[in-house]
């Protein structure tokens, strides 16, 4: 992406194994007073915290990559509880009245009011070692609701980018659900004000962004092939973008059937039942064995809905396994999100899937976000 280069001391992977258990969020919650409850959620990169108090909830949304040095930018909802109109708006000038401040250390980084909606903008301090920062929310006559902590990592992701950005450097994302979130990596400065995203021609509103990411959510009611366009301190990145169409009817025999990855000689034989996708492997060329493919075995688990396949992907990376097992036995494999779209002729399963790479010298393993990937009916 951009200008990492990926030499012989970074491997990447193709894909080959889906999996239908996907873990899509990872949520906890506790008490912390009557009538007052918090709850974290991290779901397809965005981080909220939930608090439910007497008046309404709360909702906070951030990234989920926060690290030291990063400047940082979220959303703030308020939603008031009433079973009447005048009941609702007393609640609303009750919750416009509440505080949220980040602390690091005991020490207040930012503070912003309800009302304002946009979490002002954000700088952790680079000396930050592993740990939290402290969100507390504070009512209209100054006295602490909730405090919850954030986790922090000490360095940033291994992603960097030097100045000056193109457009190649942001991946955008090609399949999205009408009303969901989705996220898209670049090299961002973590502020709003030089930021946007449209889909469809129509400008979206960011919910969170880090210097490595922007989280957006979907424009409901709309399906089908658009746009996605990105733009970064007067960068502009587009491509195409396509939104499921989760009510549309398919049979058993929608799918079923060989198919061939569009840039490869590797096929599989897909088979449908009800919702559930499996598939075996039909033909694996000898370069494909060596990466540590298997003929004849159970590589494809996954699921459908209306014209959408998800499913997490098994994935070696570009060299034989022997060498990379000799170099980073824990790390050959990785399993990575896929999400395909099924043409309207049923010929072609095509989408995007997430791109790893391995550092051959450390070992880490590196996210690059999602790529192209096709399927072709034989």
């Not at 990575?336 to 002729?345: K, T």
Request: aromatic share 6%; hydrophobic share 35%; net charge negative.
């Amino acid at each position: 992406m951009g200008n990492i280069k990926k030499s012989c001391a970074v491997c990447l992977l193709t894909a080959m194994i889906f999996t239908f258990e996907v873990i899509t969020s990872i949520s906890e919650g506790v008490i912390v007073e009557e009538n007052t409850f918090v709850s974290t959620d991290i779901k397809d990169g965005l981080r909220i915290v939930t608090v439910e108090t007497p008046e309404g909830k709360i909702t906070v949304n951030l990234t989920d990559d926060i690290a030291a040095g990063d400047t940082i930018s979220g959303i703030v909802v308020a939603e008031p509880y009433g079973t009447t109109s005048d009941e609702r708006q007393r609640n609303t000038d009750e919750l416009n009245g509440y505080v949220v401040e980040l602390e690091v250390q005991d020490k207040e980084i930012g503070e912003t009011k309800i009302s304002e909606k946009k979490l002002k903008k954000v700088s952790i301090p680079k000396k930050f070692r592993q740990g939290t920062t402290k969100i507390t929310i504070s009512d209209s006559d100054g006295n602490e609701v909730i405090t919850t902590d954030i986790e922090i990592e000490d360095s940033p992701h291994p992603l960097q980018y030097t100045e000056p950005i193109s457009p190649k450097d942001f991946k955008l994302p090609r399949i999205g659900k009408s009303g969901e979130t989705v996220q898209v990596l670049g090299p961002f400065d973590g502020a709003f004000e030089t930021s946007s995203v449209k889909i469809g021609g129509k400008e979206v509103e960011i919910l969170a962004e880090s210097p490595r990411k922007v989280i957006v959510k979907t424009p409901g009611g709309i399906t089908g092939s658009t746009k996605i366009e990105v733009i970064e301190r007067g960068i502009r990145s587009s491509g195409e973008f396509h939104i499921a169409d989760l009510a549309i009817p398919t049979t058993e025999n929608t799918v079923n059937g060989i198919w061939r990855k569009k840039s490869g000689k590797t096929s599989w034989r897909i088979i449908r039942q009800g919702q559930n996708i499996t598939a075996d492997t039909f033909f694996l060329p000898e370069q494909d064995q060596i990466r540590g493919y298997k003929p004849n075995v159970t590589i494809l688990r996954g699921s459908i809905k209306g014209n959408l396949l998800v499913g997490k992907a098994q994935q070696f990376f570009l060299m034989p396994l022997e060498e990379c097992m000799a170099m980073c036995p824990s790390k050959c494999e990785q399993w990575n999100d896929i999400e395909l779209i099924l043409s309207e002729d049923g010929n072609t399963l095509s989408g995007q899937i997430q791109e790893k790479a391995i550092n051959t010298e450390t070992c880490a393993v590196i996210e690059f976000g999602w790529i192209p990937w096709t399927l072709i009916r034989q």
